[in-house]
């Protein structure tokens, strides 16, 4: 049993502005709760409708299907919903590669990039501020529990930029080839927003512009942020 | 303005059985359908609410916004919806990559895929029969106008895959590292469903597995079997 001003809170952290002011965010789905459960996320509560969790943890309280309705953000919510506190970003390590989004836009692109970047052991993810919010439910359904693995920055990209003295590649459509590139052991790599690219403003802090070569004869085809971010951080990482 | 019966005609075509009894579909988005007309393929019929489109076709039909809500599978219909015949598959090239798909089931992994073919110039796609339709309209919001540029062929991978004299590359979690295996010129490279991967016939007819490395300690991630597709169409294509 759950009062109705929680069910109205819980619900309520599908906006960003409520997330950002409570310090909360929502996660559905067993295997994504119980890897945040595991991962020692700071536990607000776990609701949970005929569902039984691997994973123990003291908030969890059972709950009837239709109270799980009335929290939940998906039309057939699947039986657990876990609130979390937001959680804090940490200092980044210049020492790795970065990966920095420049507006990328659509939930379900930067859930995918978060998932990558934990296969690839990018640690560090720094966001302009207008790129979309990591806690937005799309973006977590995506995300699966990678999204505690990873550290996420939101800031300034001109500020944070200018200030580094690592080598920035812009992925960028007439870039020169990845393949030709010889890619250091450090650097930033940055994508930019589904429809407009990079900004003009970051573009101008790119060291290196770089691009995907398109194979054979030209074709009006571009390639998906999300699918174009997991072929340079393979470019990135592979041996 | 448009027939009552034509626009029940053109909304059955959302189910895959009235497609294929028609040998129709739909595609939507401006873009979309002007690829397809500049492409040559073959129109029933182009209905417009509101929008200029740059190619001309005869076919064209000046439609309602209400009319073009009645045909459309999206919420917010966006003013271009094209109809058109079904693309015979024609005889696969043994002379180049050919990309095999045991059960792959979401629609947008399948839209995704067919864009990646094109931007690697993947000219052949062979699904299992339990592969999701081409012709589902979310796959075709996800493909663009690539999918008139592959050739996708529906059939028993079984009778297939044990007729070819080709390498039969399968995507595995445990395969041996695709950056230290020596990629042919030509070949097939098999993907998997979503959850179960590819299925133990199939399997059984790999002659290779090959696996993503994940980079550093190993994490409960696993990769996307679209962008899973990218990492390993980069890499055949990569020189």
């Known amino acids: 049993m759950v009062v109705k001003s ?41 609701y949970v409708s005929n569902v039984n969790l691997d994973v123990l943890h003291t908030k969890t309280i059972n709950v009837s299907q239709k109270e799980l309705q009335q929290m939940s953000a998906l039309k057939n919510p699947n039986g657990v919903l876990g609130v979390f506190y937001t959680l804090a ?5 210049f020492n790795d590669w970065i990966l920095v989004l420049d507006g990328v836009q659509d939930p379900g692109n930067l859930g995918t990039i978060i998932r990558l970047c934990d296969w690839f052991g990018i640690k560090n993810i720094v966001c302009s501020n207008e790129t979309v919010d990591c806690y937005n439910p799309k973006v977590l359904q995506a995300t699966m529990g990678s999204i505690a693995r990873i550290n996420i920055t939101y800031t ?52 290196h512009q770089i691009s995907i070569p398109q194979y054979g004869k030209e074709t009006t085809e571009s390639l998906n942020v999300g699918t174009a971010t997991a072929i340079l951080l393979n470019e990135l990482r592979r041996i």
């Open 6 to 46: 929680e069910l109205k809170l819980i619900k309520s952290l599908q906006q960003k502005k409520c997330r950002n002011e409570h310090g909360l965010f929502v996660i559905e789905g067993k295997k994504a709760v119980e890897e945040l459960l595991n991962f020692g996320v700071k536990v607000y509560g776990v």
């Open 156 to 207: 300034d990209l001109e500020l944070f930029l200018g200030a580094t003295s690592l080598p920035i590649f812009g992925s960028f459509m007439n870039g020169t080839s990845v393949y030709t590139n010889q890619m250091p052991k450090s650097g930033i790599l940055v994508m930019g927003n589904e429809g407009k690219g990079i900004s003009a403003e970051v573009k101008n802090l790119c060291s």
């Open 89 to 93: 970003p940490v200092s980044v390590n």
